[in-house]
């Protein structure tokens, strides 16, 4: 990896193999999980699991999210997962699924120095009304999810630099880059001073190439192809028109 970037890289997911896997490799310096991604790696018991990459990864930021949507019982789930570990950060998000507004919530938690992930913001005014409601005496992580900023077809580098201004402004505010889509987006967020960007285990295994030269990409591009044509045995000419071919 590229020893010039400033920004950390949190892996992204809730597949404890590939959790180990980038915590052993030395590329990352935390990682995050959501109700979406243990959904999709099969997890079923949320607290043995959490308890486990705890326990497994107990020197590295962990960010475990609540589930709740009511603000009353998100509080008691803040607590239980407080207690995980000292490593570990409270996701809540910016609102629940009425659109009702967490800032409440968060003020109540970073009362009692409680350090948290407040995630899917994105916009501007999320990003101040968060970091407004944070202590800064307490590490706390402000997750802007810059890809799905993209996905909606706005450039998301105003917005996180905009964000980038506000984070500083507040100690203890960390920016961090959510939903990247691809390896540049790592360099785009170095750029601005973004604090973190969580990325994909497949995008962390690309971190590895970096720097390698464009005409050995280009050649393992064509090799890759070849070896799937072969695996494949596609064909554009027939038996006999080979052999016409060769004849020639």
Same mark, same amino acid.
């Given at each position: 990896? @590229? #020893? ?15 959790m180990l896997?980038?915590y /052993? *490799?030395?590329? &990352?310096?935390?990682?995050? %999980?959501?109700? *979406? ?5 099969? &997890? %079923? @018991?949320?607290?043995?699991?959490? /308890? +486990? ?6 020197d590295?930021?962990? *960010?475990?999210?609540v589930?709740?949507?009511?603000f ?5 789930e803040?607590?239980? !997962?407080?207690?995980?570990g000292? #490593?570990?950060?409270?996701? !809540? ?6 659109g009702?507004?967490?800032i ?5 938690l ?14 501007? +005014?999320?990003?101040?009304?968060t ?6 005496e307490v590490?706390?992580?402000?997750s ?14 105003p917005?996180m630099?905009? =964000? ?11 920016l ?5 889509r ?5 360099? +785009? ?5 973004? @604090?973190?960007?969580?990325c994909?285990? +497949? ?8 720097g ?7 050649l ?5 192809? #070849? /070896?799937? !044509?072969q695996?494949?045995?596609?064909s ?8 016409v071919? =060769?004849?020639?």
């Amino acid at each position: 990896m @590229d #020893n010039k970037l400033n920004i950390k890289i949190y892996a992204d997911g809730a597949v404890l193999d590939d959790m180990l896997s980038a915590y /052993q *490799s030395g590329f &990352v310096s935390g990682f995050t %999980t959501n109700p *979406s991604l243990m959904k999709k790696a099969g &997890v %079923t @018991d949320y607290v043995a699991f959490a /308890q +486990e990459v705890v326990e497994k990864i107990p020197d590295l930021p962990l *960010s475990f999210e609540v589930f709740a949507d009511d603000f009353e019982t998100m509080e008691k789930e803040a607590e239980k !997962i407080h207690a995980f570990g000292p #490593n570990v950060f409270i996701k !809540i998000p910016i609102t629940n699924t009425k659109g009702e507004s967490s800032i409440p919530l968060i003020r109540k938690l970073e009362a009692k120095g409680y350090s948290l992930n407040v995630t899917a913001i994105l916009t501007t +005014e999320q990003v101040e009304a968060t970091v407004e409601a944070l202590n800064p005496e307490v590490e706390n992580i402000v997750s802007v999810f810059a890809g799905r900023i993209a996905d909606t077809g706005r450039d998301p580098i105003p917005y996180m630099k905009k =964000s980038v201004a506000i984070c500083r402004a507040k100690k203890g505010a960390n920016l961090l880059w959510a939903s990247s889509r691809e390896l540049f987006n790592v360099y +785009e967020a170095d750029r601005l001073g973004v @604090d973190i960007i969580t990325c994909t285990p +497949e995008i962390i295994g690309k971190l590895k190439k970096v720097g390698k030269p464009l005409e050995q990409v280009s050649l393992d591009t064509v090799k890759g192809f #070849n /070896q799937d !044509i072969q695996a494949l045995g596609y064909s554009i000419l027939t038996d006999s028109e080979k052999t016409v071919q =060769s004849g020639k």
